[in-house]
């Protein structure tokens, strides 16, 4: 199955870290849940008319790194943050145990702060900071916020948990179409978040930059014919 898209683009993450140092609580200490290290499973919904359409992503949060897992298509790509701000992808086919992986200039999806707050967050701290704080209730660990903005084409509304730095629902609504996406589910134990990353490391990986040398390979040919990766010439 082809990858679905939804009408909010999928990107990604940044939260503190709490340093260590003693008389220093950390962020789980005080909340519950380390925003730097946490899992979210995202129901989202696509309604298009008649046509309504559900999938889930998970959103798994390590430090510099930050995990997208595609349940339906079998598919998980982690991106990591390196240097100068840029990002790396590996991209993970978990049906077939097979990844391919990306340096930044293969990538080519944004570098800086800002595109990295998207791809941790889901939304980036720019759209937050241009939108309108509609609503807010409890405080501290409890706070939640409602963003709401407008314009002629969409209007977009967000339930933010600024302790977390986490997106409980994003709503954005277009002539026709509306997509939510909303929070079923957390994980965040230590043990649970680290196994999302380092348990397809046995999966045999294969350099981009290479795919045009071994396009022999059925695997990367049936990648190729699904769009998932592009044609490469040397």
Known sequence: ATMKKSLF????????????????????????????????????????????LTYHIQVWRRGNQVAYVHEENELTEIWDLVRDGRQKLIRYFDGYERAIEYQPEDVNSGSGQDAW????????????????????????????????????????????????????????????????????????TAGRVDDEFTRRHRYHTIDFVDIGDNESDPFLQKMIHLGFIEHKDH
């Open 9 to 52: 683009a999928i990107m990604a993450l940044t939260a503190a870290t709490a340093m260590p140092g003693a008389g220093i609580a950390s962020a789980e200490d005080i909340c519950g849940i380390d925003p730097n290290r946490v899992g979210i499973r995202y129901t989202v919904s696509e309604i298009r008319g008649t046509d309504v």
């Open 117 to 188: 707050s998207g791809r941790y967050q889901v939304i980036a701290d720019s759209e937050l900071d241009s939108m309108t704080l509609e609503d807010s209730a409890g405080s501290d660990c409890e706070l939640v916020q409602v963003y709401e903005n407008a314009d002629d084409d969409r209007q977009t509304i967000v339930r933010w948990r600024p302790a977390w730095k986490i997106a409980e629902e994003i709503r954005s609504e277009q002539e026709n179409a509306t997509v939510t996406w909303r929070v079923d589910e957390l994980y965040s």
